[in-house]
Protein backbone atom coordinates (compact mmCIF):
# COMPACT_ATOMS: atom_id res chain seq x y z
CA UNK A 1 0.00 0.00 0.00
CA UNK A 2 1.11 3.46 -0.20
CA UNK A 3 1.18 6.63 1.72
CA UNK A 4 -1.10 9.56 0.20
CA UNK A 5 0.60 12.98 0.06
CA UNK A 6 -2.70 14.95 -1.48
CA UNK A 7 -5.87 15.54 0.50
CA UNK A 8 -7.91 13.05 1.74
CA UNK A 9 -4.95 11.33 3.77
CA UNK A 10 -5.07 7.76 5.22
CA UNK A 11 -5.54 8.92 8.53
CA UNK A 12 -7.49 12.18 8.52
CA UNK A 13 -10.34 14.09 10.48
CA UNK A 14 -13.52 16.00 9.87
CA UNK A 15 -12.20 19.09 11.44
CA UNK A 16 -14.31 20.53 14.39
CA UNK A 17 -12.17 19.71 17.74
CA UNK A 18 -13.07 19.87 21.76
CA UNK A 19 -12.66 23.47 23.02
CA UNK A 20 -10.39 23.99 25.63
CA UNK A 21 -11.97 25.29 28.85
CA UNK A 22 -10.78 29.00 28.69
CA UNK A 23 -11.28 29.20 25.46
CA UNK A 24 -15.39 28.89 26.30
CA UNK A 25 -14.91 31.32 29.70
CA UNK A 26 -13.29 33.96 26.92
CA UNK A 27 -15.94 33.77 24.80
CA UNK A 28 -18.66 34.00 27.70
CA UNK A 29 -16.50 37.00 28.71
CA UNK A 30 -16.92 37.81 25.67
CA UNK A 31 -20.53 37.97 25.15
CA UNK A 32 -20.83 39.86 28.36
CA UNK A 33 -18.91 42.36 27.25
CA UNK A 34 -15.72 41.95 30.09
CA UNK A 35 -13.48 41.35 27.48
CA UNK A 36 -12.89 42.66 24.44
CA UNK A 37 -13.21 41.06 20.81
CA UNK A 38 -9.61 41.58 20.24
CA UNK A 39 -8.94 39.85 24.16
CA UNK A 40 -10.74 37.11 22.65
CA UNK A 41 -9.34 36.43 19.14
CA UNK A 42 -6.05 36.88 21.63
CA UNK A 43 -7.20 33.85 23.29
CA UNK A 44 -8.26 32.25 20.36
CA UNK A 45 -5.29 32.45 18.56
CA UNK A 46 -3.25 30.83 21.23
CA UNK A 47 -5.57 27.66 21.67
CA UNK A 48 -5.60 27.37 18.19
CA UNK A 49 -1.48 27.10 18.39
CA UNK A 50 -2.05 24.18 20.91
CA UNK A 51 -4.66 22.16 18.94
CA UNK A 52 -2.33 22.38 15.33
CA UNK A 53 0.52 21.10 18.16
CA UNK A 54 -1.74 18.56 18.69
CA UNK A 55 -3.04 17.10 15.58
CA UNK A 56 0.93 17.21 14.43
CA UNK A 57 2.43 15.37 17.87
CA UNK A 58 -0.55 12.77 17.20
CA UNK A 59 1.14 12.22 13.32
CA UNK A 60 -1.68 13.40 11.70
CA UNK A 61 -1.05 14.65 7.66
CA UNK A 62 -3.74 17.53 7.74
CA UNK A 63 -4.26 20.45 10.85
CA UNK A 64 -7.38 22.66 11.16
CA UNK A 65 -8.15 25.26 13.54
CA UNK A 66 -10.57 22.90 15.54
CA UNK A 67 -13.77 25.39 14.56
CA UNK A 68 -12.45 26.90 17.70
CA UNK A 69 -13.67 30.41 16.27
CA UNK A 70 -17.30 29.30 15.71
CA UNK A 71 -20.16 28.98 17.27
CA UNK A 72 -21.77 26.76 15.03
CA UNK A 73 -19.95 24.63 11.78
CA UNK A 74 -21.93 26.34 9.43
CA UNK A 75 -24.27 29.08 10.51
CA UNK A 76 -21.00 31.76 11.16
CA UNK A 77 -20.15 31.07 7.14
CA UNK A 78 -23.80 31.58 5.84
CA UNK A 79 -24.62 34.69 7.59
CA UNK A 80 -21.76 36.56 6.33
CA UNK A 81 -22.57 35.76 2.33
CA UNK A 82 -24.45 39.31 1.25
CA UNK A 83 -28.34 39.07 1.22
CA UNK A 84 -28.29 36.25 3.64
CA UNK A 85 -29.92 37.86 7.72
CA UNK A 86 -30.64 35.88 10.85
CA UNK A 87 -34.13 36.59 12.18
CA UNK A 88 -36.03 36.74 14.74
CA UNK A 89 -37.62 33.13 14.01
CA UNK A 90 -36.21 30.29 15.53
CA UNK A 91 -35.72 27.31 13.94
CA UNK A 92 -36.29 23.80 16.37
CA UNK A 93 -34.10 20.83 15.42
CA UNK A 94 -35.38 17.33 16.65
CA UNK A 95 -32.10 15.20 17.85
CA UNK A 96 -31.94 11.87 19.21
CA UNK A 97 -29.52 10.19 21.21
CA UNK A 98 -28.91 6.98 23.30
CA UNK A 99 -30.97 8.40 26.27
CA UNK A 100 -33.51 9.79 24.01
CA UNK A 101 -34.42 12.96 22.45
CA UNK A 102 -32.59 16.52 22.53
CA UNK A 103 -33.69 19.08 20.55
CA UNK A 104 -31.77 21.92 19.12
CA UNK A 105 -33.09 25.32 18.50
CA UNK A 106 -31.37 28.63 16.64
CA UNK A 107 -32.00 31.31 15.07
CA UNK A 108 -33.54 31.26 11.45
CA UNK A 109 -32.17 32.72 8.23
CA UNK A 110 -33.65 34.87 5.26
CA UNK A 111 -32.21 35.33 1.84
CA UNK A 112 -33.33 38.99 1.32
CA UNK A 113 -31.31 40.23 -1.29
CA UNK A 114 -29.04 39.14 -3.75
CA UNK A 115 -26.17 36.71 -2.90
CA UNK A 116 -23.01 38.00 -3.27
CA UNK A 117 -19.73 37.91 -1.43
CA UNK A 118 -17.97 40.85 -0.26
CA UNK A 119 -14.83 39.41 1.49
CA UNK A 120 -13.18 35.99 1.70
CA UNK A 121 -15.06 34.10 4.39
CA UNK A 122 -12.89 33.00 7.21
CA UNK A 123 -10.22 34.72 5.17
CA UNK A 124 -7.77 36.08 8.34
CA UNK A 125 -8.71 32.67 10.31
CA UNK A 126 -7.10 30.68 7.59
CA UNK A 127 -3.91 33.31 7.25
CA UNK A 128 -3.26 32.47 10.88
CA UNK A 129 -3.98 28.43 10.66
CA UNK A 130 -1.44 28.54 7.89
CA UNK A 131 1.14 30.66 9.99
CA UNK A 132 1.35 28.42 12.64
CA UNK A 133 1.24 24.63 10.93
CA UNK A 134 4.26 23.04 10.35
CA UNK A 135 4.23 19.76 9.30
CA UNK A 136 0.99 19.36 7.73
CA UNK A 137 -1.53 20.55 5.39
CA UNK A 138 -3.81 22.96 6.76
CA UNK A 139 -7.68 22.31 5.97
CA UNK A 140 -10.61 25.13 5.86
CA UNK A 141 -13.62 23.58 6.50
CA UNK A 142 -17.47 25.29 5.98
CA UNK A 143 -20.55 24.30 4.82
CA UNK A 144 -21.66 23.60 1.37
CA UNK A 145 -23.87 25.83 -0.98
CA UNK A 146 -26.58 23.46 0.15
CA UNK A 147 -26.81 24.12 3.37
CA UNK A 148 -27.87 27.94 2.59
CA UNK A 149 -31.04 26.19 0.82
CA UNK A 150 -31.95 22.82 2.90
CA UNK A 151 -31.78 25.12 6.29
CA UNK A 152 -34.30 27.71 5.38
CA UNK A 153 -35.77 25.76 2.20
CA UNK A 154 -37.97 28.15 -0.48
CA UNK A 155 -39.73 29.57 2.00
CA UNK A 156 -36.67 31.30 2.91
CA UNK A 157 -36.09 33.08 -0.41
CA UNK A 158 -37.97 36.49 -0.86
CA UNK A 159 -39.73 36.34 -4.13
CA UNK A 160 -39.58 40.11 -4.64
CA UNK A 161 -35.24 39.24 -4.81
CA UNK A 162 -35.86 35.97 -6.39
CA UNK A 163 -38.87 35.45 -8.65
CA UNK A 164 -36.92 32.34 -10.40
CA UNK A 165 -35.43 30.02 -7.63
CA UNK A 166 -32.95 29.75 -10.76
CA UNK A 167 -31.47 33.05 -10.41
CA UNK A 168 -30.90 32.36 -6.48
CA UNK A 169 -28.86 29.50 -7.39
CA UNK A 170 -26.75 31.07 -9.82
CA UNK A 171 -25.81 33.72 -7.82
CA UNK A 172 -25.40 31.29 -4.74
CA UNK A 173 -23.19 28.98 -6.58
CA UNK A 174 -20.99 32.45 -8.16
CA UNK A 175 -20.79 33.69 -4.56
CA UNK A 176 -18.98 30.43 -3.58
CA UNK A 177 -16.87 30.04 -6.54
CA UNK A 178 -15.52 33.35 -5.93
CA UNK A 179 -15.22 32.64 -2.47
CA UNK A 180 -13.37 29.37 -3.65
CA UNK A 181 -11.19 31.38 -5.55
CA UNK A 182 -9.90 33.89 -3.11
CA UNK A 183 -9.03 30.98 -0.42
CA UNK A 184 -7.01 29.58 -3.37
CA UNK A 185 -5.37 32.94 -3.87
CA UNK A 186 -4.30 32.81 -0.22
CA UNK A 187 -2.63 29.36 -0.27
CA UNK A 188 -5.23 26.93 0.33
CA UNK A 189 -4.92 23.65 -0.78
CA UNK A 190 -7.47 21.35 1.09
CA UNK A 191 -10.66 22.47 1.44
CA UNK A 192 -13.83 20.75 2.95
CA UNK A 193 -17.29 21.42 2.00
CA UNK A 194 -19.26 19.82 5.41
CA UNK A 195 -23.05 18.98 3.84
CA UNK A 196 -26.18 17.18 6.12
CA UNK A 197 -29.02 18.12 3.79
CA UNK A 198 -26.73 15.38 1.22
CA UNK A 199 -26.74 12.22 4.07
CA UNK A 200 -30.33 13.82 5.53
CA UNK A 201 -32.08 12.75 2.07
CA UNK A 202 -31.53 9.44 2.69
CA UNK A 203 -33.85 9.23 5.39
CA UNK A 204 -37.39 8.58 3.88
CA UNK A 205 -38.40 10.43 7.54
CA UNK A 206 -37.23 13.86 6.35
CA UNK A 207 -37.90 13.18 2.62
CA UNK A 208 -41.46 12.66 3.69
CA UNK A 209 -41.13 15.70 6.25
CA UNK A 210 -39.70 17.73 2.61
CA UNK A 211 -42.01 16.78 0.47
CA UNK A 212 -44.84 17.81 2.94
CA UNK A 213 -43.14 21.74 2.97
CA UNK A 214 -43.43 20.95 -1.14
CA UNK A 215 -39.61 20.38 -1.60
CA UNK A 216 -38.86 17.81 -4.50
CA UNK A 217 -37.77 14.92 -2.02
CA UNK A 218 -37.15 12.72 -5.08
CA UNK A 219 -34.83 15.18 -7.05
CA UNK A 220 -33.45 18.08 -4.24
CA UNK A 221 -29.94 15.41 -3.84
CA UNK A 222 -29.56 16.19 -7.70
CA UNK A 223 -30.05 20.23 -7.99
CA UNK A 224 -27.66 20.44 -5.15
CA UNK A 225 -24.91 17.75 -6.75
CA UNK A 226 -25.02 20.39 -9.76
CA UNK A 227 -24.75 23.79 -7.53
CA UNK A 228 -21.98 22.46 -5.63
CA UNK A 229 -20.42 21.84 -9.18
CA UNK A 230 -20.95 24.93 -10.32
CA UNK A 231 -19.27 26.49 -7.37
CA UNK A 232 -16.05 24.45 -7.75
CA UNK A 233 -16.38 23.96 -11.89
CA UNK A 234 -12.75 27.31 -12.09
CA UNK A 235 -10.88 26.08 -9.02
CA UNK A 236 -7.08 25.51 -9.44
CA UNK A 237 -5.39 21.94 -9.88
CA UNK A 238 -3.87 22.92 -6.63
CA UNK A 239 -6.77 22.58 -4.84
CA UNK A 240 -8.28 19.54 -3.14
CA UNK A 241 -12.12 19.24 -2.27
CA UNK A 242 -13.69 16.37 -0.45
CA UNK A 243 -16.92 16.91 1.36
CA UNK A 244 -18.28 15.67 4.45
CA UNK A 245 -21.93 14.17 5.06
CA UNK A 246 -23.38 13.10 8.39
CA UNK A 247 -26.51 12.82 9.60
CA UNK A 248 -26.46 15.18 11.99
CA UNK A 249 -24.33 16.14 15.05
CA UNK A 250 -24.87 17.98 18.18
CA UNK A 251 -24.41 17.49 21.48
CA UNK A 252 -23.21 13.43 20.76
CA UNK A 253 -26.92 12.99 19.06
CA UNK A 254 -27.84 13.02 15.43
CA UNK A 255 -31.31 14.02 13.57
CA UNK A 256 -31.19 11.37 10.21
CA UNK A 257 -30.75 7.71 10.16
CA UNK A 258 -30.23 5.22 6.77
CA UNK A 259 -27.44 4.28 4.79
CA UNK A 260 -26.45 6.24 2.02
CA UNK A 261 -28.39 4.05 -0.46
CA UNK A 262 -30.79 6.95 -2.08
CA UNK A 263 -27.96 9.50 -3.19
CA UNK A 264 -24.82 6.84 -4.01
CA UNK A 265 -25.30 6.91 -7.09
CA UNK A 266 -25.80 10.57 -8.47
CA UNK A 267 -23.61 11.42 -5.51
CA UNK A 268 -20.70 9.00 -5.83
CA UNK A 269 -20.56 8.98 -9.55
CA UNK A 270 -21.04 13.22 -10.03
CA UNK A 271 -20.38 15.18 -7.68
CA UNK A 272 -17.44 16.86 -8.40
CA UNK A 273 -14.90 16.65 -5.40
CA UNK A 274 -11.23 14.40 -4.81
CA UNK A 275 -13.10 12.72 -1.56
CA UNK A 276 -15.99 11.80 0.43
CA UNK A 277 -16.13 11.55 4.02
CA UNK A 278 -18.89 9.22 5.05
CA UNK A 279 -19.49 8.36 8.60
CA UNK A 280 -20.46 4.70 9.28
CA UNK A 281 -19.62 4.52 13.26
CA UNK A 282 -22.97 2.37 14.03
CA UNK A 283 -25.91 0.60 12.63
CA UNK A 284 -27.64 3.69 11.90
CA UNK A 285 -25.55 4.67 8.99
CA UNK A 286 -26.32 1.53 6.92
CA UNK A 287 -23.75 -0.66 4.95
CA UNK A 288 -21.03 -0.01 2.54
CA UNK A 289 -23.00 -1.35 -0.24
CA UNK A 290 -23.16 2.09 -1.91
CA UNK A 291 -19.61 2.03 -1.96
CA UNK A 292 -20.03 -0.08 -5.72
CA UNK A 293 -20.88 3.57 -7.16
CA UNK A 294 -17.46 5.36 -6.23
CA UNK A 295 -15.23 5.51 -9.60
CA UNK A 296 -11.98 5.32 -9.66
CA UNK A 297 -9.88 8.20 -8.66
CA UNK A 298 -12.04 9.24 -5.71
CA UNK A 299 -10.98 8.64 -2.52
CA UNK A 300 -13.91 7.47 0.55
CA UNK A 301 -12.98 8.59 4.22
CA UNK A 302 -13.98 6.10 5.90
CA UNK A 303 -15.77 7.57 9.47
CA UNK A 304 -15.46 4.60 11.56
CA UNK A 305 -14.53 6.01 14.50
CA UNK A 306 -17.39 7.39 16.80
CA UNK A 307 -16.91 10.81 17.82
CA UNK A 308 -20.42 11.30 19.42
CA UNK A 309 -19.16 8.25 22.67
CA UNK A 310 -15.97 7.82 24.36
CA UNK A 311 -15.44 4.22 24.47
CA UNK A 312 -12.30 3.76 22.05
CA UNK A 313 -12.78 1.33 19.17
CA UNK A 314 -10.51 -1.80 19.12
CA UNK A 315 -8.09 -1.78 16.16
CA UNK A 316 -8.72 -5.27 14.77
CA UNK A 317 -12.59 -4.08 14.65
CA UNK A 318 -11.70 -1.17 12.40
CA UNK A 319 -9.69 -3.29 9.88
CA UNK A 320 -12.10 -5.69 9.53
CA UNK A 321 -14.72 -2.89 8.88
CA UNK A 322 -12.06 -1.81 6.39
CA UNK A 323 -11.95 -5.15 4.39
CA UNK A 324 -15.36 -4.95 4.28
CA UNK A 325 -15.68 -1.92 2.69
CA UNK A 326 -12.92 -2.73 0.41
CA UNK A 327 -15.60 -5.67 -1.14
CA UNK A 328 -17.03 -2.57 -2.96
CA UNK A 329 -14.22 0.07 -3.97
CA UNK A 330 -10.80 -0.89 -4.07
CA UNK A 331 -8.79 -0.26 -0.60
CA UNK A 332 -5.97 2.25 -2.02
CA UNK A 333 -9.21 4.49 -2.67
CA UNK A 334 -10.16 4.23 1.20
CA UNK A 335 -8.80 6.39 4.11
CA UNK A 336 -10.15 6.31 7.55
CA UNK A 337 -11.30 9.61 10.06
CA UNK A 338 -13.70 10.11 12.78
CA UNK A 339 -17.61 9.82 11.71
CA UNK A 340 -17.93 13.53 12.35
CA UNK A 341 -16.55 16.32 14.16
CA UNK A 342 -15.82 16.15 17.89
CA UNK A 343 -17.42 19.41 18.08
CA UNK A 344 -19.75 20.51 15.27
CA UNK A 345 -21.40 22.98 17.71
CA UNK A 346 -19.81 25.13 20.32
CA UNK A 347 -20.98 22.64 23.58
CA UNK A 348 -19.13 19.49 21.59
CA UNK A 349 -19.79 16.22 22.03
CA UNK A 350 -19.74 13.97 25.30
CA UNK A 351 -16.02 13.09 25.41
CA UNK A 352 -12.84 14.57 27.40
CA UNK A 353 -9.96 15.79 25.33
CA UNK A 354 -7.83 13.04 26.41
CA UNK A 355 -10.66 10.62 24.95
CA UNK A 356 -10.59 12.77 21.89
CA UNK A 357 -6.91 12.32 21.56
CA UNK A 358 -7.17 8.62 21.95
CA UNK A 359 -9.20 8.52 18.94
CA UNK A 360 -7.00 10.22 16.43
CA UNK A 361 -4.70 8.76 17.77
CA UNK A 362 -5.70 5.26 16.97
CA UNK A 363 -6.64 6.80 13.81
CA UNK A 364 -3.11 7.12 12.82
CA UNK A 365 -2.18 4.26 14.07
CA UNK A 366 -4.98 2.05 12.71
CA UNK A 367 -4.13 3.93 8.99
CA UNK A 368 -0.38 3.20 9.41
CA UNK A 369 -0.49 -0.66 9.56
CA UNK A 370 -3.29 -0.65 6.91
CA UNK A 371 -1.65 1.67 4.15
CA UNK A 372 1.51 1.32 5.47
Same mark, same amino acid.
Given at each position: ?216 ? #???? !???? &???? *? $?????? +?? /? ?72 ? #???? !???? &???? *? $?????? +?? /? ?38
Amino acid at each position: MTARTTPPFRADHVGSLLRPPHLLQARADAAAGTITAEQLRAVEDDAIRDVVRMQEGLGLQTATDGEFRRTSWHMDFIYQLQGVHRTEEKIEVHFRNAQGKLDFTSAALKVDGRIGLDHTIFGPDFAFLASVVTTGTPKLTIPSPSMVHYRGGPAAIDRSVYPDEDEFWADLSAAYAEQVRQVAALGCTYLQLDDTSLAYLNDPAQRADLAAKGGDA #EHQH !ERYI &RQIN *A $ALAGRP +ET /LHVTTHMCRGNFRSAWTAEGGYDFVAEALFGGLEVDGFFCEWDDERSGGFEPLRFVPPGKQVVLGLVTTKRPEL #ESKD !ELKR &RIDE *A $ARYVPI +EQ /LCLSGQCGFSSTVEGNDLTVDQEKAKLALIVQTAAEVWG
